[in-house]
């Protein structure tokens, strides 16, 4: 019912806004009905996960910031979400990898416009990594894996930042959704990869052999299966260039995918170096591309505006040239903490009582100043170039949020990294500016 009514008010809002919006094609009779009567109900997404928001989150900022950018034709898309699926890719750093956050904004947004599927998901945990806990990415074969931020690179890293080569000609990949997750079945699963890959077999969970079609194309090879599935073995026979990065799970059924590709340290020059996001991602037909990074690029020495601008720059162009109808979101890293070390000089007694001088080191914690001017940075590109921002360092509190955040056990330890409560807050409060987002006229 929930489902139903957040699509009656989408609807609503653009009968109002949008003339290319036809009512035949988006409004059944019994929606008009309801519609005409004024009785538009919105429905509180958010009740069925528990998460609540602290004072000193500023809720009145929790909003997109479209800076010009025409945001209808995505609510078009939720609208049409109950006939083909809408698909959002969101790209990041370790704050994306763990997929918490992520995590949490798409369950909400599933809750709301339905499950397509679990979407992306990567061979973290073979590139010897931390891996999202709902899928299973596994061989028993030997595999030699390269991560986004290795020094060098001896095999192509495609989109996904996780690459693994099979040490034989003939090997097998597990892919499936976790146990607790068994609402998330799929039907068909993309295998990205470089170089050719030829499926011999697919085996279910059961051990039972498979009716498949394999339906091969330059950079992924589709699997079609005969009947929902939450785990298939995949036996393949490849050539030496073979590398995979990832594969995406659907249930051919309409909703919302939401793919999470997330790379501990990354960067936006880190993302540029592949060269190929936004061609990788294009079979994800996203309507809609998140960029949350910015925050690796403030531990260091003070950073160059002008030239991180530019790296953003390279990475929405490579997005938009391969994927032109897809939206763009940047948002902003929000305030953290960087570690100090301070060595000091001190006179000790020694065993003879004879008395020396030696170094002790002692660790203490500051705001990083460098997260501001790149928060700025982020803010001004967006504007100077019509790309919508969500500026998620002064939703989570502004400047001295991350005292708020420490105090309510939000940060981890480390004071940059947040605990799975704070990810569990940040991933609500994305997803209730999404929904504004499609509620509110432009």
Same mark, same amino acid.
């Given at each position: =019912?929930?489902?139903?009514?957040?699509?009656?008010?989408?609807?609503?809002?653009?009968?109002?806004?949008?003339?290319?919006?036809?009512?035949?094609?988006?409004?059944?009779?019994?929606?008009?009905?309801?519609?005409?009567?004024?009785?538009?109900?919105?429905?509180d997404e958010?009740?069925d996960i528990?998460?609540?928001?602290?004072?000193?989150?500023?809720?009145?900022?929790?909003?997109?910031?479209?800076?010009?950018?025409?945001?209808?034709?995505?609510?078009?898309?939720?609208?049409?979400?109950?006939?083909t699926?809408?698909?959002?890719?969101?790209?990041?750093?370790?704050?994306?990898?763990?997929?918490?956050?992520?995590?949490?904004?798409?369950?909400?947004?599933?809750?709301?416009?339905?499950?397509?599927g679990?979407?992306?998901?990567?061979?973290?945990?073979?590139s010897?990594?931390?891996?999202?806990?709902d899928?299973?990415?596994?061989?028993?074969?030997?595999?030699?894996? &390269?991560?986004l931020?290795?020094?060098?690179?001896?095999?192509?890293v495609?989109?996904?930042?996780?690459?693994?080569r099979?040490?034989?000609?003939?090997?097998?990949?597990?892919?499936?959704?976790?146990?607790?997750?068994?609402?998330?079945?799929?039907?068909?699963?993309?295998?990205?990869?470089?170089?050719?890959?030829?499926?011999?077999?697919?085996?279910?969970?059961?051990?039972?052999?498979?009716?498949?079609?394999?339906?091969?194309?330059?950079?992924?090879?589709q699997?079609?299966?005969?009947?929902?599935?939450?785990?298939?073995?995949?036996?393949?026979?490849s050539?030496?260039d073979?590398?995979?990065?990832?594969?995406?799970?659907?249930?051919?059924?309409?909703?919302?995918?939401?793919?999470?590709?997330?790379?501990?340290?990354?960067?936006?020059?880190?993302?540029?170096?592949?060269?190929?996001?936004?061609?990788?991602?294009?079979?994800?037909?996203?309507?809609?591309?998140i960029?949350?990074?910015?925050?690796?690029?403030?531990?260091?020495?003070?950073?160059?505006?002008?030239?991180?601008?530019?790296?953003?720059?390279r990475?929405?162009?490579?997005?938009?040239?391969?994927?032109?109808?897809?939206?763009?979101?940047?948002?902003?890293p929000?305030?953290?903490?960087?570690? &100090?070390?301070?060595?000091?000089?001190?006179?000790?007694?020694?065993?003879?009582?004879?008395?020396?001088?030696?170094?002790?080191?002692?660790?203490?914690y500051?705001?990083?100043?460098?997260?501001?001017?790149?928060?700025?940075?982020?803010?001004?590109?967006?504007?100077d170039?019509?790309i919508?921002?969500?500026?998620?360092?002064?939703?989570?509190?502004?400047?001295?949020?991350?005292?708020?955040?420490?105090?309510?056990?939000?940060?981890?330890?480390?004071?940059?990294?947040?605990?799975?409560?704070?990810?569990?807050?940040?991933?609500?409060?994305?997803?209730?500016?999404? =929904?504004?987002?499609?509620?509110?006229?432009?």
């Amino acid at each position: =019912m929930k489902r139903n009514v957040t699509r009656i008010f989408l609807t609503s809002l653009l009968l109002a806004s949008a003339s290319w919006v036809c009512a035949q094609d988006v409004v059944t009779e019994d929606d008009a009905t309801e519609l005409l009567s004024g009785t538009v109900i919105i429905p509180d997404e958010a009740d069925d996960i528990d998460i609540p928001i602290p004072s000193f989150i500023h809720k009145n900022a929790n909003h997109i910031i479209y800076n010009g950018a025409d945001w209808s034709k995505l609510r078009k898309a939720f609208l049409a979400s109950d006939a083909t699926p809408v698909s959002i890719v969101h790209i990041g750093d370790s704050h994306v990898q763990a997929d918490i956050s992520t995590g949490i904004t798409r369950e909400l947004l599933q809750y709301d416009f339905g499950n397509a599927g679990r979407g992306l998901v990567s061979p973290l945990k073979m590139s010897s990594t931390n891996q999202p806990s709902d899928y299973t990415f596994q061989s028993r074969n030997s595999w030699t894996p &390269v991560k986004l931020m290795s020094p060098s690179w001896r095999q192509t890293v495609g989109f996904t930042g996780a690459s693994i080569r099979p040490v034989a000609s003939s090997s097998e990949l597990t892919i499936g959704t976790s146990e607790r997750d068994d609402y998330n079945p799929f039907r068909s699963l993309t295998i990205f990869h470089n170089g050719k890959f030829t499926v011999k077999s697919v085996t279910g969970e059961d051990g039972a052999k498979l009716d498949f079609r394999a339906i091969p194309s330059r950079d992924y090879t589709q699997i079609m299966l005969p009947s929902q599935q939450t785990k298939v073995t995949v036996d393949f026979a490849s050539s030496g260039d073979l590398t995979v990065f990832g594969a995406a799970l659907s249930g051919d059924r309409p909703g919302l995918f939401y793919h999470a590709i997330g790379n501990n340290g990354a960067a936006y020059e880190t993302y540029n170096r592949i060269g190929n996001v936004g061609a990788g991602i294009r079979p994800l037909e996203p309507n809609l591309v998140i960029i949350s990074l910015g925050t690796n690029e403030a531990f260091g020495r003070q950073p160059n505006v002008t030239a991180f601008k530019n790296s953003i720059d390279r990475l929405v162009k490579n997005i938009r040239t391969a994927n032109p109808d897809a939206l763009i979101l940047l948002t902003t890293p929000m305030e953290c903490h960087r570690s &100090v070390t301070t060595t000091k000089k001190v006179r000790v007694k020694g065993k003879r009582g004879r008395r020396r001088t030696v170094n002790r080191t002692s660790r203490s914690y500051t705001v990083n100043a460098n997260i501001a001017p790149l928060r700025t940075a982020i803010l001004e590109y967006g504007k100077d170039n019509g790309i919508a921002v969500y500026d998620w360092y002064e939703v989570a509190g502004g400047r001295g949020a991350s005292s708020s955040w420490i105090s309510q056990n939000l940060f981890a330890k480390d004071r940059v990294h947040h605990t799975h409560k704070g990810y569990n807050l940040e991933g609500r409060l994305l997803y209730e500016a999404l =929904m504004d987002a499609l509620r509110t006229n432009d």
